[in-house]
């Protein structure tokens, strides 16, 4: 091909000509991993994008999608991408409003909808948007045979009104495919939204595409590599690897049969490269500590041999030493005996590298990947700028930092604020329908404000210490960030989510979410009854138990950020009750502002708590929890040591 | 084309008759052990495609009328007509496994599954009754004895993904959870492709979430495929929901019959129920 491809479908079109047997894509389906190769992902596509132009979608409309990981997604954003249209993913288990929300916000003309659930939501909401979408297009087709409304299409149906059109006007869809641009829209992507409703940022193929390119400058992939989808496609990171890089690159994207044999399939595929958030590689953790904990004595007894000798490797490459030829022949040993097996477990065996991104990942759950000689690197970015600004290098990792800079990016702090600054063509033209949100994102210069507060070390490499909202002024005056305790308490197997208050108030407290699933295990081994998640987390015993791991977080932070009082909530925390975001990050001020009388109950006097929350079921009905809640102070050892630091 | 797949691709109704039309008819049987009497002139109709629950109290005698019709139990009067394949099939005169041949499938109240073999094997061993190549070509493994098995084992994945296991696949059933297992049974009853379930309270012991996903899949079962269920449910909500007719016993006599809305307003159905 003469000119180097600007789009993606433009991308697309280019791997079709140039392998168009080689597999593009494969999917679990009846548990057999059916292949698609680029020419069939191409003639898809192509059918899709007419189908909807018979449909009448037009150049200034979008095509919403929401649904597990299927190739269906992927060729309907495609589609309408190539029909000079955008796309914008909603998250799959977003409920009815928020998918509404979205909807209505990003003016969509058509919705393609995995399942009967997805299509049952926008039932829901039809009468409210009856005006702007013309097709709901759904392709699993299970539950929906007696569906009688006629806004209702099976995607097959399209690709035939696609099929017939692509007969009488052959070499129409080239020529709408040749007429895009690397300005042109892409995607709008939704922002994770930890402080105010998602917004959605507006993507064009050279945003994703430079991204792409000078990531894969650092960390090059080969056509050959495997990769598994199996997060949200509505999230930028996931778009970032499937879409841009996969099409980029032309690796082959891999994706599971279902939700919950994503583990299995990831062993199955062995992945050379994975990107997930920090809530991931945590799991994986928790799960191999659990198993451990269960399995025999002697696996056990080689686990905690081998564990030591992988810490001590890993710190050793942190500081960039030669190990001994003692500590070699040692890990060498481990290797073999224990850290392969684990990675074959976990589907890491083949990986190349992994990054985790998102969110900042706990420094041990970053030293126990390395031990195992996993290559986890941490990824800094933002929807806004494509996903990913900042990388670490291969062989120069510290788990303080996020890593130096992809090429043709700039990264600046600002002075008075500390603000992270970044530049680069990856930068989001603006966020859709918002210029005053806009505005404040993206100065003069083109300067986009992360809303992060950080610093450059003295390597130039960058350390995020939080949302600039959320850093706190400790009583010595020092800064520090709430989410790194977070993730230190997060280490622990038995903690699933915490939320840590600090800054305005006098000392340092938490809100701490029990792992439902291992400490119901932990309390069973121990034969200790219980009934539900709010019985179990108020049971003495799982209060001593949480305590010690409190303990042992507080032990490396300094004096003045140490917990001293913290209480285990009665209910998980929930993305559907608009505590988490989509992204399961912790939305702080919603959660502050939800149980003031709980932290109110922290820096009080009394030792217990009544609550009354409401909560939010699947179907949207709500149902009010009764308890009462008892605080755990750690006075005792804190207030010497805080004395002593004020 | 992985693309056109989707959905499903094996029929799983094994009747060969339109729907409406009668399945079943159960003549005026009578069932006792010893002196005591469990079932007395009990006569009702099964329509295909339809959903028919059978209600009553403890003891009304509603498993030995579906005992009755696998032929677990032999009636002393009356007999059970089962129409398929444009033959009459007399249930009363045949034997449990000529039943389960002509088109009958149950599913039971405590579980019956081979709890040491995995999931995929107990769903096998339900397409069984169907396979036709004998023991000495199965040995073999070869050509059409191959083929065959090839086929069902494909077949067997459109029922996976009905009942959304595909997670538990090559698990042991004996270590899987309650709910899962009811699961299991269903999809073995479905594996032989019945042209009639019966369903023996298939959600006895379930919590509300489990409860209602196996209501789904019946319902999915019966919409999608055209599958006839006979089931016997205590849950009133379940079967007020689910069910196209109603059938009530008490004391092993049918005392009434109706939409689910006529049988909740009829009086001799509301003393059973509270024992007047």
Not at chain 1, 576 to 595: C, F, G, H, P, S
């Amino acid at each position: 091909m003469a000119q180097e491809p600007q789009t993606l479908p433009q991308y697309l079109r280019f791997r079709a000509r140039q392998a168009p047997d080689r597999v593009a894509m494969r999917e679990r389906i009846y548990g057999i991993w059916s292949p698609i190769t680029w020419r069939e992902l191409y003639d898809y596509v192509k059918h899709f994008a007419l189908g909807l132009h018979v449909l009448r979608l037009k150049p200034e409309d979008t095509v919403a999608i929401i649904g597990d990981n299927r190739p269906e997604w992927v060729i309907a954003e495609l589609a309408a991408q190539s029909m000079g249209s955008k796309s914008v993913g909603i998250y799959q288990d977003s409920v009815v409003a928020e998918v509404q929300d979205i909807v209505t916000r990003s003016k969509a003309s058509f919705i393609v909808a995995e399942d009967q659930e997805q299509v049952d939501k926008i039932i829901e909401m039809w009468p409210q948007i009856q005006g702007q979408v013309h097709k709901v297009i759904y392709y699993d087709p299970k539950g929906l045979r007696n569906y009688t409304e006629d806004y209702l299409m099976y995607f097959p149906e399209v690709l035939e009104l696609g099929r017939k059109f692509e007969e009488e006007n052959p070499g129409f869809y080239e020529a709408q495919v040749e007429r895009g641009r690397a300005d042109d829209l892409a995607i709008l992507s939704t922002t994770s939204g930890t402080t105010a409703r998602p917004k959605l940022a507006m993507l064009t193929h050279r945003n994703l595409l430079s991204m792409a390119k000078n990531l894969m400058a650092v960390d090059p992939l080969e056509p050959d590599d495997e990769y598994v989808s199996f997060l949200p496609l509505a999230w930028i990171g996931e778009q970032m690897m499937c879409v841009a890089a996969g099409l980029y690159v032309g690796f082959k994207i891999n994706f599971p049969e279902a939700p919950e044999t994503v583990q299995h399939d990831i062993r199955e595929i062995g992945p050379q490269v994975m990107f997930s958030p920090p809530r991931i590689w945590e799991n994986m953790v928790s799960q191999v500590q659990v198993k451990i904990e269960d399995t025999t004595r002697l696996k056990r007894w080689f686990y905690n041999w081998a564990m030591p000798i992988g810490y001590a490797m890993a710190d050793t490459r942190f500081r960039k030493e030669e190990p001994s030829l003692g500590l070699r022949i040692k890990y060498f040993l481990a290797r073999w005996t224990v850290f392969e097996p684990i990675k074959d477990q976990l589907g890491l065996r083949h990986l190349k590298r992994a990054y985790t991104g998102g969110a900042a990942l706990g420094p041990d759950v970053f030293r126990f990947f390395h031990a195992l000689g996993v290559n986890l690197k941490q990824i800094y970015g933002q929807t806004e700028i494509s996903g990913i600004a900042v990388v670490h290098r291969d062989g120069d990792i510290k788990f303080q930092t996020v890593g130096l800079p992809i090429p043709e990016t700039e990264i600046r702090i600002d002075e008075e604020t500390g603000e992270i600054l970044m530049r680069s063509p990856a930068v989001m033209v603006g966020y859709f329908g918002d210029e005053e949100a806009t505005r404040k994102a993206i100065d003069e210069e083109g300067w986009l404000h992360s809303g992060d507060a950080g610093y450059l070390d003295e390597d130039g490499h960058l350390i995020v210490i939080d949302r600039a909202k959320d850093v706190m002024t400790l009583a010595d005056g020092t800064k520090f960030s709430p989410q790194f305790i977070e993730n230190k308490l997060k280490f622990s197997p038995y903690i699933k989510e915490a939320v840590v208050f600090g800054g305005q108030w006098p000392y340092v407290t938490a809100f701490i979410n029990i792992d439902f699933a291992n400490v119901g295990k932990w309390a069973e081994n121990r034969l200790i009854p219980y009934t539900t998640y709010t019985d179990l987390a108020q049971k003495p015993q799982v209060y001593a138990l949480i305590r010690e791991y409190v303990v042992k977080a507080n032990q490396d932070l300094p004096p003045a950020a140490r917990i001293r009082r913290f209480l285990l909530l009665h209910k998980e925390l929930d993305a559907d009750d608009a505590e988490l975001t989509r992204t399961r990050k912790v939305r702080r001020r919603l959660i502050a502002q939800r149980y003031q009388e709980l932290i109110d109950a922290l820096y009080g006097d009394q030792d217990t708590v009544d609550v009354e929350t409401t909560i939010t079921y699947q179907d949207g009905s709500t149902a009010t929890i009764r308890t009462q809640l008892r605080i755990e102070r750690l006075e005792e050892e804190a207030e010497p040591t805080a004395q002593s630091a004020a | 084309m992985p693309l056109q797949l989707r959905g499903f691709r094996y029929p799983l109704n094994g009747s060969t008759l339109e729907p409406g039309q009668t399945q079943l008819r159960v003549e005026n049987i009578s069932l006792s052990f010893g002196g005591v009497g469990a079932l007395a002139g009990v006569s009702l109709e099964v329509r295909q495609s339809e959903i028919l629950a059978i209600i009553g109290p403890n003891g009304a005698g509603k498993t030995s009328l579906l005992n009755s019709i696998s032929g677990l139990y032999r009636p002393q009067r009356g007999r059970i007509v089962f129409y398929n394949h444009g033959r009459e099939y007399e249930l009363t005169k045949l034997k449990p496994h000529q039943i389960a041949a002509a088109g009958v499938a149950r599913s039971f109240q405590n579980i019956e599954l081979f709890r040491h073999m995995t999931v995929l094997d107990n769903l096998m061993s339900g397409a069984h009754v169907h396979m036709r190549a004998g023991l000495f070509s199965s040995l073999l493994y070869w050509g059409p004895a191959q083929r065959e098995q090839i086929e069902f084992r494909d077949f067997i994945e459109d029922i996976i993904d009905l009942l959304e296991i595909p997670a538990i696949r090559y698990k042991k059933v004996g270590a899987l959870a309650y709910g899962l297992q009811k699961r299991v049974e269903l999809g073995r009853a479905l594996a032989m492709r019945p042209a009639i379930l019966l369903l023996d309270e298939p959600m006895a012991g379930m919590n509300t979430e489990e409860k209602e996903d196996m209501a789904r899949f019946i319902l999915d079962v019966n919409e999608e495929h055209g599958v006839t269920i006979v089931l016997i449910e205590h849950d009133m909500g379940v079967v007020m929901d689910i069910s196209d007719r109603v059938v009530v016993l008490n004391f092993g006599r049918k005392i009434a019959e109706g939409t689910p809305a006529e049988v909740s307003q009829n009086p001799a159905v509301i003393e059973a129920y509270l024992g007047h």
